[in-house]
């Protein structure tokens, strides 16, 4: 099997890793294999004594894909250790913390179970930059014949469990629980949906360990119910349970399959998405003194009703590639200590976080619902929302818009009509065969009206 990068198919990372369905390419055992080979080599040439820390999800392909890796990693001479099912957050704080020298985590977040994928994390637990990914990619493929040409005499293809260090999942839940006055916190009541993913252990320690009382649905995964009709995308049910039981709970909270994201509930029963946590973190965090520069970074999906917003309050919004990486980027570049993403990755940057974390989004705003005296529902009750929609459309290639003319010319029409009170990102997904269709207007009429030119243009010029 000879590759090259010139020739492969597609680029082996996508906004957040290498993502694909379990077993077929890029995450064919060979192919694992390869890469994590060529990420040991890597590290050695640098280290001669580097250590990577490995974690996985729940789903039925986690096991042997990270076996797989680590198999790679031994065989260039690459130490690892493994601890287990953990949060991707998890892992980011195990590498900054414990002197690995990269975090490597099996999971594909929010996606269904056939699907999996691999995260990187540098040294200083921050996902690594795209020049950094493309160097290991070009790597991989320079040495293809070699890397691929391993066979299961080698033992590649055996699905061992690799053992899961205890302590290092318990250090992440202790580092988690000191991160909040937990005495603040005790006599809070929570619904938490853990999706069957990586939380299902951790969240009903921890926050039985801070005196939180969690009624704690989908924690019992079975390798093929991660994020199967729960979890992020699926808010509404723990919304719609919050409605049912009025008075019984604070707040709600919903997970993803690998946690590094959070959206929310409020005891009336309506969703609170990753736009309002951005928005009451940052007044708490303006009235404490730690929001450096006033500012909040956002992404391009972010609703203008955010924006809006924060300009009341005095506080400037700017805004990043979608992509928690990219917000994080942005951040670094201008000392932000807040940013973050409609989905719900929030990074809290005047703490000792690099990455979007569930659990600790989670705390943060519990916190402020105690400090404030405040219900989730009046923290967010002046966020006035632009209407928008999103459309996903499945497409066979992904073309640069500017080379599609129709669908060009739509998003041209929308952007004049709407004339500023409005917005049109129109973009490829960074994990999946989708181009995602945002559109924001002040009406709801034209706000339908442009999603379904550019959605129907784009299916027509490139869709499945």
Known sequence: MQLSYGQSMRRLFGTDGIRGVASEYPLDPAMVYAIGRALGARLKRFDEGSKVVLGQDTRESS????????????????????????????????????????????????????????????????????????????????????????????????????????????????WLASSVEAAKLSGLRVLIDCANGAASAIAPELFARIGVFAEILHTEPDGRNINEGCGALHPEHVAAEMSRRPGHFDLGITLDGD????????????????????????RDMKSRGVLAQDTVVATTMSNMGLEKALRTSGLQMLRADVGDKYVLE???????????????????????????????????????????????????????????????????EKIPMRDLPTVAAAIKAAEEELNGNGRVVVRYSGTEKLARVMIEAESEALMRKHVDAVASALHAAIGI
């Not at 198999?71 to 892992?91: D, K, N, Q």
């Open 330 to 396: 942005q951040m670094m570049k201008t000392g932000a200590t807040l940013g973050g993403e409609q989905s719900g990755h929030i990074l809290f940057m005047d703490g000792d976080s690099t990455t979007g974390d569930g659990l600790l989004t989670a705390l943060r705003v519990l916190e402020v619902v105690a400090r404030s005296g405040k219900s989730l529902h009046e923290l967010t009750s002046d966020l006035k929302v632009f209407p928008q929609v999103i459309r996903n459309v499945k497409v066979r």
């Open 63 to 174: 096991a042997w894909i990270a076996e797989t890796l680590a198999r790679g990693l031994s065989h260039a001479g690459c130490g690892f250790e493994s601890a287990g099912v953990i949060t991707t957050p998890g892992v980011a704080y195990l590498t900054r913390t414990h002197g690995f020298a990269a975090g490597v985590v099996i999971s594909a977040s929010h996606n269904p179970w056939q699907d999996n994928g691999i995260k990187l994390f540098g040294s200083n637990g921050m996902k690594l930059a795209d020049e950094i990914e493309h160097e290991i990619e070009v790597e991989i493929f320079e040495h293809a014949d070699q890397l691929l040409a391993h066979d299961e005499e080698e033992g590649c293809l055996m699905a061992d469990v690799l053992p899961g260090n205890a302590d290092l999942r318990a250090d992440y839940e202790a």
């Open 259 to 282: 946690a590094d994201r959070a959206l929310f509930s409020d005891a009336q029963g309506h969703v609170v998405n990753g736009d309002a946590v951005l928005l009451i973190s940052a």
